[in-house]
């Protein structure tokens, strides 16, 4: 039987596309073609060549025709022949890398990095990755194969957008269970995440579901301005106080974003009667309140704040995602819509599922499901409140001076700093090695609420055996008292 293109280039471990073409008979095309690949360095020094047979079969030429070229290419110097290691690439011909689709551009934003950034920091304290060691694995690859076989073959035709509602399902049981949402798997969008479900929410390219202008937090993820902005809606920052977000603020804004349980980077919950305040104003104006329940599992010191959405999920649209709890690598999220949503959401998806692959949604439901989810949560919470405790601790020994704050809940804390000093702190923290952000990178560009200093300290980041030394290095840093 005829070996194929393909088990011929496992055996050898290359693949290779040739083009026969060109003047004079197919034996002085594939001559012309073998040269040109060893020339440009497509076929390296070395390299072991097809069988005869196979190289025949995937081209559809006669099988001389391919020992007719070989042996020419041999008697060029190009390739070499002997008994029992078969047809190889001469080693030390001459060959121009990249010679056939000219040198890459040089990286020049690269090459003006100070050294240590391009080779990445060596202790990394920035908010947002869970400390991507502890990944579950062998319990995520065991529930991806379970979930795959049980599978039915229309699974894998193509998705459906609302997600596949075995995922919904668990997700409804989980999200009451858990965060006190309300709902149904037929309120529920799956989505690839945060960014996505605002990218739905209000477009960018196309009509949006929801119009600006949107009130946010004056403190917030530039990332996720900058994505607003690029779909045009305006967005008007809400001062924050030790109660979170001054939603008194609100006027004629048609929607408000919010990070209720926990505010981001600042790090308290909303206060009840804020709570309370923002879901009359969205009542009042028929307005939408956005709730970003980024890592609402990770709470260590007080009660859990449960979900907005439970207070009226007619005015509440409630996004989640696994970046936190499990990585941010999966791009798996949710959406909990007001039922007026689902069908405007659904249009804006479009007829497919384009973003999140269905067999990490089985997986992911059947993660959930098995009880898998809860039982790496459960350990990442305590890991996390080790490491809060730790970085609490160091900071009383080596930095009393430095207020922490923002550490009940969550993977990062806020170090307070005197102000004035945060930029230099940041700049000396990179010196060293040490990668965290300054609170004024989160600042709402447009806020009349004064700017206070600190570091936004992200303590899930680094993997458990480099903790310690991350932690030792932000002490040595900071500004003295
Ligand atoms: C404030 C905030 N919201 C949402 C997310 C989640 O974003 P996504 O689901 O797009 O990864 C993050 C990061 O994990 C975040 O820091």
């Known amino acids: ?27 002085a095309a594939l001559i012309r073609a073998l040269r040109e690949a060893v020339r440009s360095g497509r076929l390296a020094p070395g390299t072991r060549l097809p069988p005869y047979r196979s190289l025949a079969a995937d081209l559809g030429v006669a099988r001389n025709t391919v020992a007719d070229a070989y042996a020419e290419l041999v008697a060029e110097g190009w390739l070499t022949a002997r008994q029992g290691s078969g047809t190889r690439v001469a080693m030390g011909v001459p ?116 119009r600006g202008p949107l009130a946010v937090e004056a403190y917030g993820l530039d990332f996720h301005r900058g994505l607003l902005a690029a779909a045009g809606v305006r967005t008007v920052p809400l001062p924050l106080d030790e109660h979170g977000a001054q939603v008194s603020g609100l006027r004629r804004e048609r929607a408000v974003l919010l990070t209720p349980a926990h505010q981001f980077p600042t790090g308290g919950p909303l206060h009840p009667e804020r709570r309370a305040a923002v879901i009359d104003w969205a009542r009042a104006r028929g307005a939408v309140v956005l709730e970003d329940d980024y890592d ?15 207070l009226d999920p007619e005015r509440v649209i409630h996004i989640g995602s696994v970046s936190k709890s499990l990585s941010p690598a999966l791009r798996l999220g949710w959406m909990v819509l007001p039922e007026r949503y689902v069908g405007p959401v659904l249009a804006a998806k479009g007829e497919r599922e384009a973003w999140a692959s269905v067999p990490d949604q089985l997986a992911l439901a059947d993660f959930v499901v098995s009880g898998s989810y809860d039982r790496h949560v459960r350990r990442m919470r305590q ?3 080790r490491r809060r405790d730790r970085l609490v601790a160091a900071l009383a020994a080596h930095a009393p001076h430095v207020e922490v704050t923002g550490i009940a809940a969550g993977l990062h804390a806020v170090l307070r700093l005197p102000p004035g000093t945060e930029r230099s702190a940041v700049k000396a923290a990179a010196w060293q090695g040490v990668a965290l952000d300054g609170l004024a990178s989160f600042r709402h560009p447009e806020t009349a609420m004064p700017a206070s200093d600190g570091l936004v300290v992200g303590y899930a980041t680094p993997p458990e055996h480099a903790y310690g030394a991350a932690l030792e290095a932000l002490c040595g840093v900071l500004p003295p008292g």
């Open 1 to 27: 039987m005829a070996e194929s293109w393909v088990n011929s280039a496992e055996r050898i471990g290359v693949d290779l596309h040739l083009e026969l073409s060109g003047p004079g008979g197919r034996r």
């Open 95 to 210: 060959s121009t890398p990249f010679g056939q689709w000219g040198r890459p551009e040089p990286l020049r934003h690269v090459e003006r990095l100070p050294r240590a950034a391009a080779r990445g920091p060596r202790h990394d304290l920035r908010q947002g990755t869970p400390d991507a060691s502890a990944f579950p694995r062998a319990a995520w690859s065991a529930a991806y194969r379970r979930a795959l076989q049980a599978a039915p073959a229309e699974a894998l035709g193509p998705g459906d957008p609302a997600g596949r509602r075995e995922l919904r399902e668990a997700l409804t049981e989980y999200l009451a269970r858990a965060r006190g949402v309300r709902t149904e798997p037929g309120r529920i969008v799956i989505c690839s995440g945060f960014a996505h479900a605002l990218r739905l929410l209000f477009g960018q390219g196309r009509e949006g579901v929801l």
């Open 296 to 310: 609402g599992e990770f709470r260590y010191d007080r009660r859990p704040v449960g979900a907005l959405q439970g």
């Open 383 to 385: 890991r996390y409140r």
